[in-house]
Protein backbone atom coordinates (compact mmCIF):
# COMPACT_ATOMS: atom_id res chain seq x y z
CA UNK A 1 0.00 0.00 0.00
CA UNK A 2 2.86 2.52 0.79
CA UNK A 3 4.35 1.55 -2.53
CA UNK A 4 1.15 2.21 -3.90
CA UNK A 5 0.68 6.18 -2.31
CA UNK A 6 4.66 6.87 -3.56
CA UNK A 7 3.58 5.99 -7.03
CA UNK A 8 1.01 8.63 -6.61
CA UNK A 9 3.34 11.23 -4.85
CA UNK A 10 6.10 10.67 -8.06
CA UNK A 11 3.24 11.03 -10.24
CA UNK A 12 1.95 14.06 -8.87
CA UNK A 13 5.89 15.89 -8.60
CA UNK A 14 6.41 14.98 -12.29
CA UNK A 15 3.22 16.71 -13.19
CA UNK A 16 4.82 19.55 -11.50
CA UNK A 17 7.94 19.71 -12.67
CA UNK A 18 6.49 19.56 -16.50
CA UNK A 19 3.30 22.28 -16.38
CA UNK A 20 2.88 25.39 -17.22
CA UNK A 21 1.65 28.33 -16.68
CA UNK A 22 1.10 29.34 -20.38
CA UNK A 23 0.67 26.50 -23.10
CA UNK A 24 1.49 27.35 -26.15
CA UNK A 25 0.76 24.24 -28.68
CA UNK A 26 -0.84 23.73 -31.89
CA UNK A 27 -4.14 22.75 -30.66
CA UNK A 28 -6.65 22.93 -33.52
CA UNK A 29 -3.69 20.99 -35.89
CA UNK A 30 -3.49 23.58 -38.48
CA UNK A 31 0.29 23.50 -37.96
CA UNK A 32 0.20 27.27 -36.51
CA UNK A 33 1.08 27.37 -32.89
CA UNK A 34 -1.83 28.52 -29.83
CA UNK A 35 -1.94 29.74 -26.71
CA UNK A 36 -3.95 28.69 -23.49
CA UNK A 37 -3.65 30.37 -20.39
CA UNK A 38 -5.24 31.83 -17.19
CA UNK A 39 -6.64 34.81 -16.98
CA UNK A 40 -5.05 36.41 -13.47
CA UNK A 41 -7.98 38.62 -12.72
CA UNK A 42 -10.68 36.65 -13.52
CA UNK A 43 -9.12 33.19 -13.34
CA UNK A 44 -10.74 32.28 -16.85
CA UNK A 45 -9.22 29.44 -18.54
CA UNK A 46 -8.49 31.24 -22.54
CA UNK A 47 -7.72 29.76 -25.43
CA UNK A 48 -6.89 31.81 -28.40
CA UNK A 49 -6.70 28.91 -31.69
CA UNK A 50 -5.14 30.45 -34.90
CA UNK A 51 -7.76 28.82 -36.70
CA UNK A 52 -10.48 31.00 -35.13
CA UNK A 53 -7.73 34.50 -36.02
CA UNK A 54 -6.68 33.85 -32.13
CA UNK A 55 -10.53 35.01 -31.01
CA UNK A 56 -10.77 34.24 -26.99
CA UNK A 57 -12.27 31.29 -26.34
CA UNK A 58 -12.42 31.07 -22.08
CA UNK A 59 -14.28 28.95 -19.39
CA UNK A 60 -16.25 30.41 -16.72
CA UNK A 61 -14.49 31.78 -13.81
CA UNK A 62 -13.19 30.39 -10.71
CA UNK A 63 -13.18 31.05 -7.24
CA UNK A 64 -11.08 28.69 -6.48
CA UNK A 65 -7.20 29.56 -5.71
CA UNK A 66 -5.15 29.06 -9.17
CA UNK A 67 -1.62 29.64 -7.47
CA UNK A 68 -1.23 25.43 -7.57
CA UNK A 69 -2.86 24.92 -11.53
CA UNK A 70 -1.11 25.01 -14.65
CA UNK A 71 -1.38 23.10 -17.60
CA UNK A 72 0.29 19.97 -19.89
CA UNK A 73 0.47 19.26 -23.51
CA UNK A 74 -1.22 15.67 -23.98
CA UNK A 75 -1.38 14.07 -27.39
CA UNK A 76 -4.79 15.40 -28.66
CA UNK A 77 -4.85 18.61 -26.88
CA UNK A 78 -4.02 19.76 -23.07
CA UNK A 79 -4.57 18.86 -19.74
CA UNK A 80 -5.42 21.59 -16.39
CA UNK A 81 -4.52 20.70 -13.23
CA UNK A 82 -4.72 21.60 -9.60
CA UNK A 83 -2.94 20.35 -6.83
CA UNK A 84 -3.58 21.24 -3.03
CA UNK A 85 -1.55 19.87 0.11
CA UNK A 86 -3.26 16.41 0.27
CA UNK A 87 -5.83 16.41 -2.92
CA UNK A 88 -5.94 17.55 -6.37
CA UNK A 89 -7.68 16.93 -9.68
CA UNK A 90 -7.13 17.20 -13.51
CA UNK A 91 -9.29 17.99 -16.97
CA UNK A 92 -8.36 17.09 -20.35
CA UNK A 93 -9.63 18.98 -23.56
CA UNK A 94 -9.30 18.60 -27.17
CA UNK A 95 -10.03 20.59 -30.13
CA UNK A 96 -13.82 19.13 -31.74
CA UNK A 97 -12.89 20.01 -35.55
CA UNK A 98 -16.30 19.69 -36.26
CA UNK A 99 -18.02 21.43 -33.73
CA UNK A 100 -14.94 24.07 -33.55
CA UNK A 101 -15.15 24.08 -29.91
CA UNK A 102 -12.61 22.96 -27.16
CA UNK A 103 -14.11 19.97 -25.41
CA UNK A 104 -13.61 18.66 -22.48
CA UNK A 105 -13.07 14.19 -22.50
CA UNK A 106 -11.77 13.43 -19.31
CA UNK A 107 -11.58 14.52 -15.43
CA UNK A 108 -9.38 12.84 -12.64
CA UNK A 109 -8.57 13.26 -8.99
CA UNK A 110 -6.55 11.98 -5.94
CA UNK A 111 -6.87 12.51 -2.71
CA UNK A 112 -3.99 10.96 0.11
CA UNK A 113 -7.00 11.47 2.92
CA UNK A 114 -6.16 11.83 6.26
CA UNK A 115 -3.01 11.00 8.52
CA UNK A 116 -3.88 7.28 8.03
CA UNK A 117 -4.58 7.86 4.78
CA UNK A 118 -8.53 7.10 5.27
CA UNK A 119 -10.18 7.45 2.05
CA UNK A 120 -7.11 8.25 -0.66
CA UNK A 121 -6.81 6.85 -3.65
CA UNK A 122 -7.72 8.27 -7.20
CA UNK A 123 -10.51 8.07 -10.01
CA UNK A 124 -10.86 9.19 -13.57
CA UNK A 125 -14.10 9.25 -16.11
CA UNK A 126 -13.74 9.40 -19.86
CA UNK A 127 -16.42 11.94 -20.84
CA UNK A 128 -16.57 10.41 -24.54
CA UNK A 129 -17.33 7.15 -23.22
CA UNK A 130 -19.12 7.30 -19.77
CA UNK A 131 -16.50 4.94 -18.31
CA UNK A 132 -15.74 5.74 -14.44
CA UNK A 133 -12.95 4.16 -12.97
CA UNK A 134 -11.73 4.69 -9.38
CA UNK A 135 -9.03 2.83 -6.85
CA UNK A 136 -9.91 3.73 -3.35
CA UNK A 137 -8.79 2.94 -0.16
CA UNK A 138 -10.42 3.12 3.82
CA UNK A 139 -8.77 2.58 7.59
CA UNK A 140 -10.49 -0.06 9.28
CA UNK A 141 -9.86 1.25 13.07
CA UNK A 142 -10.75 -2.54 14.15
CA UNK A 143 -9.05 -4.66 11.92
CA UNK A 144 -5.44 -6.06 13.04
CA UNK A 145 -6.34 -6.48 16.71
CA UNK A 146 -7.74 -3.26 16.85
CA UNK A 147 -4.14 -1.62 15.65
CA UNK A 148 -5.68 -0.36 12.22
CA UNK A 149 -5.48 -1.76 8.85
CA UNK A 150 -5.59 0.27 5.53
CA UNK A 151 -7.99 -1.47 3.59
CA UNK A 152 -7.69 -1.63 -0.51
CA UNK A 153 -11.50 -1.24 -2.06
CA UNK A 154 -11.85 -3.38 -4.94
CA UNK A 155 -11.62 -1.08 -8.27
CA UNK A 156 -14.74 0.60 -9.20
CA UNK A 157 -15.57 0.54 -12.70
CA UNK A 158 -19.18 1.64 -13.88
CA UNK A 159 -20.58 4.51 -16.19
CA UNK A 160 -20.77 7.97 -15.20
CA UNK A 161 -23.05 9.80 -18.00
CA UNK A 162 -22.75 13.56 -18.50
CA UNK A 163 -23.69 15.71 -21.41
CA UNK A 164 -21.48 17.20 -23.82
CA UNK A 165 -18.83 19.44 -22.19
CA UNK A 166 -16.96 22.80 -23.73
CA UNK A 167 -15.24 24.97 -22.65
CA UNK A 168 -17.51 27.84 -21.91
CA UNK A 169 -19.25 25.89 -19.59
CA UNK A 170 -16.68 24.85 -17.37
CA UNK A 171 -16.22 25.64 -14.32
CA UNK A 172 -15.36 24.89 -10.80
CA UNK A 173 -19.06 23.65 -10.26
CA UNK A 174 -18.15 20.82 -12.95
CA UNK A 175 -15.30 19.29 -10.67
CA UNK A 176 -17.39 19.60 -7.67
CA UNK A 177 -19.85 17.43 -9.41
CA UNK A 178 -17.95 15.19 -10.63
CA UNK A 179 -16.44 14.77 -6.93
CA UNK A 180 -19.51 14.12 -5.24
CA UNK A 181 -20.79 11.59 -7.71
CA UNK A 182 -16.89 10.11 -7.09
CA UNK A 183 -17.40 10.23 -3.20
CA UNK A 184 -20.99 8.52 -3.28
CA UNK A 185 -19.26 5.64 -5.43
CA UNK A 186 -16.78 5.48 -2.83
CA UNK A 187 -19.42 5.18 0.34
CA UNK A 188 -21.27 2.34 -1.70
CA UNK A 189 -18.41 0.55 -2.47
CA UNK A 190 -16.63 1.12 1.11
CA UNK A 191 -20.07 -0.39 2.86
CA UNK A 192 -20.04 -3.34 0.69
CA UNK A 193 -16.44 -3.87 1.35
CA UNK A 194 -16.70 -3.67 5.43
CA UNK A 195 -19.48 -6.27 5.04
CA UNK A 196 -18.21 -8.69 2.85
CA UNK A 197 -14.62 -8.34 5.18
CA UNK A 198 -17.59 -8.47 8.11
CA UNK A 199 -19.25 -11.60 6.70
CA UNK A 200 -15.84 -13.33 5.83
CA UNK A 201 -14.79 -13.02 10.33
CA UNK A 202 -15.04 -16.50 11.80
Known sequence: ?????VIIIIFISYNAAFSQDKLIKDIDFDG???????DAKTAEI??????????KMKSKGSESSTE???????????????????????????YNKTL?????????????GNAANDGSGESSVNLLTGDYIGNWNYFDHLAN???????IIPTIKTKMIYKSIFLEDFSDATYYDYADKCSKLYEQAKAKTKKLR?????
Open 46 to 55: VCRLSGLNFK
Open 68 to 94: NAGFKPTKNGFEYHSDWMRAGYSNQFR
Open 32 to 38: VKDTVYV
Open 1 to 5: MKKYL
Open 198 to 202: SNAKP
Open 100 to 112: KRIQLIGMSRYEF
Open 145 to 151: NEKGKLV
